[in-house]
């Protein structure tokens, strides 16, 4: 008897190992993939601009990581008595300008060079709507009528214009910033997704129009590019898990099962084999540095602190791109 509907995923060629750099940007369920994959210690640097949502602000990010864009006092604005910029998400935000140009201009560099050599960009998409500067906004805070924004900055709502983005909009930017892209970088590859959290504040049809336009939009591009992918964590989620018992108590963000099940066809369709045995290795020594003793002192637990470390350091000379540091540093303490 099925009790699901079976969903046919085409895996990469070729796949992603070990000794690949990934790029991540956009949604936060871009930071689901990233934290899974940094835990696995795999080569990530996920959203240098913050939590993204829309495609055009995705494409501004990447354009100034490729030009190297470095911010100025002018880019900011002041706001509930913080220093804020409309590209980048709040974690950025500071009580000072120059704190916060500091952790912009720091990210954009890391950006910029990590890019430059990356061999996977994974671009998760959340939603087609996108908020721009209006002439009703504050003379203080709008730094540029129009200018579109990838973070309100909770600034009052009638300080921005909202706009359902068409096809064609989000489709001419994407195709510009990947022919960009291909050149800045002549080994990269890209993997679309779509975000599975449903953005509800819209409405639920202004949600589904907006879904459906960023799929038409991506599928178009995929359908175009040699080195453009699209893997379906949207599906998995809305058709594959068709059920609010796999949501948060939102109702809008999928919970840790849900995610679980999306990562796992991700280690299944786009990991090459020797890397998805090697995640395994990788897995229990996370998993023991994560372990809390029942009584930390005694030596059976000490010398399970020294065989995970003992582990770790065969896995760095096998493979030197691993990072355990943190683990040998946690697990050497303890014993």
Known sequence: MQFQVPIHIKPLDPYISYSDKLLLTGSCFTEHIGNYLMDMKLQVLQNPNG???????????????IENKQYMAADLFYL?????????????????????LAGINQSQQQAHDFLQSADWLIITLGSSFVYKLTDAADA?????TGMQVANCHKAPAQAF???LCTI????????????RLFH????????FTISPVRHIRDGVVENNRSKARLLETVHHLVNKFDRLYYFPAYELVIDVLRDYRFYDIDLVHPNYPATQFVLEHFTEYCMDEPSRTLMEQVRKIVLARKHKAFNPASTQHKQFLANA????RELVKQYPYLD????????????
């Open 140 to 144: 203080a805070i709008n730094k540029g």
């Open 161 to 163: 214009h909202k706009h």
């Open 80 to 100: 509930n008595e913080t220093w804020h910029s409309w590209q980048h998400h709040s974690r950025f935000s500071a009580l000072s300008q120059e704190d916060t």
């Open 168 to 179: 064609e909009e989000m489709i001419t930017a994407l195709d510009t910033t990947v022919h």
């Open 324 to 335: 355990f540091s943190e683990e040998l540093q946690f697990f050497e303490a303890g014993i």
């Open 309 to 312: 470390a003992a582990k770790a």
């Open 51 to 65: 939590i993204l949502f829309d495609p055009i602000s995705v494409c501004n990010s990447l354009v100034s990581y």
């Open 184 to 191: 800045f970088n002549k080994k990269l590859r890209i993997i």
